[in-house]
Structure formats: C-alpha cells, structure tokens
C-alpha cells in the first residue's frame, strides 16, 4: 500500500537505462532500482561530479556536488547510492587484550569471561522453549567458510545439533574474508541465546552495500529477527542518503513482523567524534531495537550479580532523527526532539566477554557486537513460541518498563562519557538489561504501535457537533466527516469514514491526516489496527 508503484520503478528504470547503464534491475519491493556503469556515466546521469581522494591513507572516491534527477523522476526519487564509498561502517566488537582493564569486583559478584551458553541462564532465559520456529539473519560480508566451520566447532563443543545455516551473496560475490571474529560473535551467541535451536540461520554477505543487503532481508522475509552488528556516524548516513533509504526499509520490516536488532556502538557517547554530535546509524533509527552494552557482574559464571553501563557502550541523543511517538510518550527524553539510544543493553564489556571460537581458537570478545546478537537471539526465542506474530518489541517494551520493573534489571551505576547512567531509562543502557522470561510474558499479544490507542471505544470519542456534508476547497485545518464534498484541483472528492468496516457518519478526520490527492480507496488513512484489522479508516472517492 506504501511502496513506490510498479510505474515509478519502472520510470527509474527508464532512465538508467536511456542513460546508459547495464544490468539495469527493480527490488521486489520496488524500493530499489540498481545498475553498472562508468563514474562518468553516473555523473553524467546525476549531474554531479566524482572526484578521487585520500582519506587517512585510503583511496576512495565521491561526488562533490549534490545528486540531481531528471523532472519526470520529481517526486519518486528519494536518494541516490554509490556515488561515493568513503562511508564505510565498522564493526562493534572489542578484543578482551585490546580493553582498559575494568574492576574485577564489587559486592555483587566479579567480572568473568562466559560461554555463550551461559547468558540465557544468566538473563532467566533459559526456562523458555528454544527458537525451534524461528530464523535469524546477520546481516556480514565476506567469504564465510570459516565462519561456518567455528560455529560448526562450537556446536560440537556445547553439545548442540547444528542448526541450518545458509548464505545469501547480494551484490555478487566475494572475493576475500574478513570479519571472520565479528560473524564468529554474531552466530555463535545467536545460537547460544536461542536455545540451541533454529530453524534457520541466514547470513546475508553484504558484498556492495548494506543498503542493498537490508532491502533482501525484507524482500525474502525469511527472517524473523535481523541481526547488525555494525555501523557508523550518523552524520555521514544522513548526508549520503542512506539513512533516508535505510529507514524505509527498516519501516517495511516492522510492518512484516521483523526486528532488526542493532548495536548502539563502541565509542561511548561520541561516536561522530569528542567534539560532534550524533550516534551510531543505524541504531538511531526509529524502526530498530538500538541495543546498548554493560559490564556484567556474576558469580559461579552462570548466577547473576549485578550490571553497570559500560564505559565505551554507544548512547546519547541521536542528531538526525526524531524520536518516535513511544519514547516521547514514555516521557524519558525530557526536552529532547530525537531518538535516544539505547533502548535496552546486555553484557558488552570484553572483560565481562563471551569465549568465542575464532579460526578454531578460543577468543575472548565483547563490545555491543556482543550484547545486539544476545538480544536477537531471546527475541527468536520469544518469537518462536509465539509463532513468530509479535510486533516490533520496543513500544511494548517502553510501555512495559513502569509497570513491570521486575523484568528489567534498572542500571544505575557506570557511564559512557558525557552520559551518566540513572534510575529508569537513561542514554547508557535505556531501560537496562532484561529478564527475558518475565519480559515473554510482558509482551506476548502485544500489537504495532500505534496512536490513539489499539482498543477504542465503541462509540466514537466525542466530537463537536456534526454538520450535514459541505462544500468548499479543501482545507488541511478543517474537519471532514462521511459525505463531506470538497474540491481540489478542479476536482470534486466526498469523504467515507468507515469504523471496523462498516460506513459511520458521527466520527470527524482533520483534513491534515486525509489529502484527497493521496488518501483514496487504495491508500486510505487508517488509526491503528485491531488484531491486525485496522478499525478506524477514511478516504475520499473522486465524483
């Protein structure tokens, strides 16, 4: 309903290939149109200019003048990719012999290296089914034989049956390994937090581009939680268009039931720099789980002491992005406009580590490359025993947070550089780590989120007194009800309100939320939804 139309995408199309490019190719989803071509035939096409340069020892190339687009793509085009690769994300793991040393003890605990089978005992997460209906994406790159053999290993070494594993190349394939210890974390503890059990695991090898990777996790939505373990400053994402493209994609994920679970970052609460603004994309978007880090405090290995923020975990506000109808009516941001980050942390600090196996050899590794795959794997678990029909977590987890303070382990102690953490939600570790068996039951039924609430009352709210249907031009600021006339551009359009489908006539749309250019039969605006079912609709039908 809100994707480009077939004739947009195949406008683009059009127009790539009239100006030369090969291999000339439309998404599923319509989001993305791709091709090959020259440096000169893109700028060309874009009217810009691509120059080379040297960045800190590494050649890279990028346009220097804005992108542009013909007239008759006014409108479709949101942003164009691949005029320059300087943007290149990170990964967010730590080595433990590359880590300050953190203190060993407090009066809860010490702080220990773990197998990855010891966090589900650890977050009370054990006691649940495993992930047997559930399958988990990564999003990587690179050759992955390796990655496979050590999970393969690990496997073998807790006594778990190998869970099915494929590898999806997107954009080509690879020509060299790398990350081999980041997709090691990423699987291994996946695994782990699931309960040994999946009933698929899916590497999706970003051979080109994330962008490109995103969009065919949620073309195939085979996945039900996505796992990131990288990013980069927001800033760069936002200037090069990707987080405008990313972030649409993320939105259609959430609307088919996936989760992306992404890591908030290593560089505490700077990582755009000590002197800049603005956190780790993609973590920032509204439409993922930004899963922050802690240093974790056990004893016995496997009995839970205590947390405290991790000092180089990724939080503060982002710069870039508003911040999403949940957390502003959860109230934690204070004055705030945009997105914080974290929405909830896990174990990060490398010293508080999993025992990773990395090219047949034990690692000891942590960073929220760590803490995101924990999260991705109790979601699976979460997921899969309720048949994979839970929306996307976080408005329910925001909404949860005050009422159920037992599922959530509230960190107080500890900070990431400018932020420090706090009782209740906090820009260290968000709401805090969670009990993963008391949050299940927290969030089991829960529905997307939505405004005004889910479950309205039968009769419509009270609204002022209804007219019998006018006449005019159309007017943003006005109200409008079933038989309402209006004209716009010489057109005329009557307005039907339509409550759990059936047509109601007391109920009255603010002309803002209802264009007649845009909201018809086919598009029309909806409230929210009811078991899926939206329950309050309205359009304008051309006469």
Same mark, same amino acid.
């Given at each position: 309903?809100?994707?480009?139309?077939?004739?947009?995408?195949?406008?683009?199309?059009?127009?790539?290939? +009239?100006? *030369? =490019?090969?291999?000339?190719?439309?998404?599923?989803?319509?989001?993305?149109?791709?091709?090959?071509?020259?440096?000169?035939?893109?700028?060309?096409?874009?009217?810009?200019?691509?120059?080379?340069?040297?960045?800190?020892?590494?050649?890279?190339?990028?346009?220097?003048?804005?992108?542009?687009?013909?007239?008759? $793509?006014? *409108?479709?085009?949101?942003?164009?990719?691949?005029?320059?690769?300087?943007?290149?994300?990170?990964?967010?793991?730590?080595?433990?012999?590359?880590?300050?040393?953190?203190?060993?003890?407090?009066?809860?605990?010490?702080?220990?290296?773990?197998?990855?089978?010891? =966090?589900?005992? $650890?977050?009370?997460?054990?006691? $649940?089914?495993?992930?047997?209906?559930?399958?988990?994406?990564?999003? @990587?790159?690179?050759?992955?034989?390796?990655?496979?053999?050590?999970?393969?290993?690990?496997?073998?070494?807790?006594?778990?049956?190998?869970?099915?594993?494929?590898?999806?190349?997107?954009?080509?394939?690879? !020509?060299?390994?790398?990350?081999?210890?980041?997709?090691?974390?990423?699987?291994?503890?996946?695994?782990?937090?699931?309960?040994?059990?999946?009933?698929?695991?899916?590497?999706?090898?970003?051979?080109?581009?994330?962008?490109?990777?995103?969009?065919?996790?949620?073309?195939?939505?085979?996945?039900?939680?996505?796992?990131?373990? $990288?990013?980069?400053?927001?800033?760069?994402?936002?200037?090069?268009?990707?987080?405008?493209?990313?972030?649409?994609?993320?939105?259609?994920?959430?609307?088919?039931?996936?989760?992306?679970?992404?890591?908030?970052?290593?560089?505490? @609460?700077?990582?755009? *720099?000590?002197?800049?603004?603005?956190? +780790?994309?993609?973590?920032? @978007?509204?439409?993922?789980? @930004?899963?922050?880090?802690?240093?974790?405090?056990?004893?016995?290995?496997?009995?839970?002491?205590?947390?405290?923020?991790?000092?180089?975990?990724?939080?503060?506000?982002?710069?870039?992005?508003?911040?999403?109808?949940?957390?502003?009516?959860? *109230?934690?941001?204070?004055?705030?406009?945009?997105?914080?980050?974290?929405?909830?942390?896990?174990?990060?600090?490398?010293?508080?580590?999993?025992?990773?196996?990395?090219?047949?050899?034990?690692?000891?590794?942590?960073? !929220?490359?760590?803490?995101?795959?924990?999260?991705?794997?109790?979601?699976?678990?979460?997921?899969?025993?309720?048949?994979?029909?839970?929306?996307?977590?976080?408005?329910?987890?925001?909404?949860?947070?005050?009422?159920?303070?037992?599922?959530?382990?509230?960190?107080?102690?500890?900070?990431?550089?400018?932020?420090?953490?706090?009782?209740?939600?906090?820009?260290?570790?968000?709401?805090?780590?969670?009990?993963?068996?008391?949050?299940?039951?927290?969030?089991?039924?829960?529905?997307?989120?939505?405004?005004?609430?889910?479950?309205?009352?039968?009769?419509?709210?009270?609204?002022?007194?209804?007219?019998?249907?006018?006449?005019?031009? =159309?007017?943003?600021?006005?109200?409008?009800?079933?038989?309402?006339?209006?004209?716009?551009?010489?057109?005329?359009?009557?307005?039907?309100?339509?409550?759990?489908?059936?047509?109601?006539?007391?109920?009255?749309?603010?002309?803002?939320?209802?264009?007649?250019?845009?909201?018809?039969?086919?598009?029309?605006?909806?409230?929210?939804?009811?078991?899926?079912?939206?329950?309050?609709?309205?359009?304008?039908?051309?006469?």
């Amino acid at each position: 309903m809100h994707a480009p139309s077939d004739a947009q995408a195949q406008a683009v199309a059009a127009y790539l290939t +009239s100006a *030369g =490019f090969r291999n000339v190719t439309i998404a599923p989803n319509n989001l993305l149109v791709s091709g090959d071509g020259t440096s000169a035939l893109a700028a060309a096409a874009f009217n810009t200019e691509i120059h080379n340069f040297n960045v800190d020892g590494a050649q890279v190339f990028a346009n220097v003048k804005p992108a542009q687009v013909p007239s008759q $793509l006014d *409108g479709i085009v949101l942003s164009v990719h691949g005029l320059n690769n300087a943007v290149v994300p990170h990964t967010m793991l730590v080595h433990a012999s590359k880590q300050a040393a953190t203190p060993v003890n407090n009066s809860t605990g010490s702080v220990q290296s773990h197998q990855p089978t010891d =966090f589900p005992i $650890l977050y009370d997460a054990s006691s $649940l089914p495993p992930a047997a209906n559930a399958t988990v994406g990564i999003i @990587s790159w690179g050759v992955l034989t390796q990655v496979q053999a050590d999970l393969a290993q690990f496997e073998a070494s807790a006594g778990i049956t190998p869970v099915p594993v494929t590898v999806v190349n997107v954009g080509g394939q690879p !020509t060299s390994a790398n990350g081999i210890d980041e997709w090691d974390l990423d699987s291994q503890d996946i695994v782990a937090a699931a309960g040994g059990k999946l009933k698929g695991l899916i590497f999706y090898a970003a051979n080109t581009s994330l962008t490109e990777a995103y969009n065919k996790v949620v073309t195939d939505h085979q996945a039900n939680v996505i796992n990131v373990s $990288l990013g980069g400053c927001e800033l760069d994402y936002k200037q090069s268009g990707e987080e405008a493209t990313d972030d649409q994609i993320f939105e259609a994920a959430v609307a088919q039931k996936q989760t992306f679970s992404v890591s908030s970052g290593d560089s505490g @609460s700077a990582e755009c *720099g000590k002197t800049a603004v603005g956190q +780790s994309y993609p973590a920032v @978007s509204p439409y993922v789980m @930004s899963i922050g880090g802690t240093t974790l405090y056990t004893t016995n290995k496997t009995t839970y002491g205590s947390e405290i923020a991790w000092s180089a975990g990724g939080g503060g506000p982002s710069a870039t992005e508003p911040a999403p109808s949940w957390q502003t009516g959860a *109230g934690v941001l204070g004055t705030s406009k945009f997105r914080g980050v974290p929405d909830i942390a896990f174990d990060a600090d490398p010293a508080s580590g999993a025992l990773v196996i990395v090219n047949g050899v034990s690692n000891q590794i942590g960073g !929220t490359s760590l803490s995101a795959p924990l999260f991705a794997g109790f979601w699976a678990r979460i997921q899969s025993m309720n048949s994979n029909g839970l929306a996307f977590p976080d408005p329910a987890v925001y909404a949860a947070a005050a009422k159920n303070g037992t599922a959530f382990h509230d960190i107080t102690a500890g900070s990431n550089g400018s932020y420090s953490a706090a009782t209740g939600w906090d820009y260290t570790t968000g709401w805090g780590s969670l009990d993963i068996t008391k949050i299940a039951a927290v969030v089991t039924g829960t529905t997307p989120p939505v405004t005004p609430p889910v479950t309205p009352p039968v009769t419509p709210p009270v609204t002022p007194p209804v007219t019998p249907p006018s006449t005019g031009s =159309f007017s943003g600021a006005a109200l409008y009800h079933t038989g309402s006339v209006v004209t716009e551009n010489g057109h005329s359009y009557v307005m039907t309100v339509e409550y759990k489908g059936a047509v109601v006539n007391n109920y009255l749309i603010h002309g803002s939320q209802c264009d007649p250019a845009t909201c018809t039969s086919r598009t029309p605006y909806m409230t929210s939804y009811s078991a899926g079912v939206p329950w309050l609709i309205s359009y304008w039908t051309q006469q």
